[in-house]
């Protein structure tokens, strides 16, 4: 087990397997390779672990031979964003990172351009897609594209870069992007986005060539939450939350006691960061189940005692509540 108890909603994977299905591929196999179930991909509360999802991007990778896996018009060949990053390495700043970056892929997608700008003390992060672009595909290339930057973008400078806000043309389909980003998420804007800080742009790049032959090994699954927001209000009570996970739960005025701030001030700051602390308690729960589920062969009661809950029927209600299923199907159908 690991110790972060992280998963991915079901509808990323429906989305990364849109470019497949476009071509008309047999997905079943490519679910194989990643232990996927398909029952599971039909489960619309179901969740995946970050191996599993790993994995898949993986497949489709090779499937496909597209690094952005179907998703843009024109397939960006295997190695393309490993030879990126050893451009990256090489630059001074974040800012000149992230530049030669977008000119980079620039020349390999046709679909969509990233742009950085600086207004006042905020930088914005945009990714554009071209005029007559905009499909469904992608739609979900441009936001992949926008955390695969995030992503990058931390693992440069060694420290998660602290966005301000995250900026989506459609709706959210569901709170992985708020917890993920750790920020609040705009709907219904002109193109996808992110903010911060601008004077993040000057921090220097720190990675050199063979911390990234490490890097390109752990990707894309590292790209996700290897730089959380360990100062974040969300994590600290995550953490605080995972070491109390075998029994019962701190309320909030308990956790803002070891906190030392105000259960006033630690709902501000949730709502700052777009959580919520009955959220945040569900899915460290949520996720801990579902791992202990396709990764032990725990019994059911132990698993709920596990993750905080002392009656297995109890652990039922709830599990079905956050997945639609009960935990013994879900183990049964889900399990690779």
């Known amino acids: 087990m690991t110790a972060t108890h992280h998963t991915v909603a079901i509808q990323q994977v429906h989305s990364i397997l849109l470019g497949a299905q476009h071509r008309g591929i047999d997905i079943a196999p490519l679910l194989a390779r990643a232990g996927i179930s398909p029952a599971l991909v039909d489960s619309p509360l179901a969740r995946l672990s970050l191996t599993q999802y790993g994995l898949l991007i993986r497949a489709l990778r090779r499937e496909l031979r597209d690094e952005l896996w179907g998703l843009v018009s024109r397939p960006v060949r295997p190695g393309s964003f490993g030879q990126c990053m050893r451009q990256l390495v ?6 000149e990172a992230l530049r030669q970056g ?11 351009v990233g742009r950085v700008m600086v207004e006042g003390d905020t930088a914005r992060v945009q990714f554009i897609l071209r005029k007559g672009a905009r499909t469904p595909l992608n739609d979900y290339a ?15 400078v060694a420290r998660r870069i602290p966005v301000l806000s995250v900026d989506y043309t459609t709706g959210v389909q569901s709170t992985d992007t708020s917890r993920v980003y750790q920020a609040p998420v705009r709907q219904g804007q002109p193109h996808v986005g992110m903010s911060f800080e601008a004077h993040w742009l000057d921090l220097p790049v720190v990675q050199n060539p063979q ?3 490490e890097f390109l090994a752990a990707a894309p699954a590292n790209l996700i939450v ?21 029994s019962e739960l701190p309320s909030l005025e308990e956790v803002g006691e070891a906190l030392a701030v105000t259960p006033q001030t630690l709902r501000r700051r949730l709502r700052e960061e777009g959580r919520g602390f009955q959220q945040i308690k569900d899915e460290l729960r949520r996720d801990a189940a579902i791992e202990y589920l396709l990764q032990s062969q725990l019994p059911l009661l132990e698993i709920a005692n596990r993750v905080g809950f002392s009656e297995a029927s109890t652990f039922h209600r709830a599990f079905k509540q956050w997945t639609g299923v009960a935990p013994g199907e879900y183990r049964t159908t889900h399990g690779s």
Request: proline share 0%; charged share 30%; glycine share 6%.
């Open 211 to 213: 911390s990234l032959r």
């Open 226 to 246: 290897k730089y959380r927001d360990t100062s974040s209000v969300t994590d600290r009570i995550r953490r605080l939350l995972r070491k109390r996970l075998g």
């Open 102 to 112: 977008f000119t980079f892929y620039d020349l390999l997608v046709d679909d969509l």
């Open 90 to 95: 090489r630059c001074a700043t974040l800012g």
């Open 142 to 156: 441009v936001k992949a594209f926008m955390l695969f930057t995030f992503g990058a973008a931390s693992w440069l």
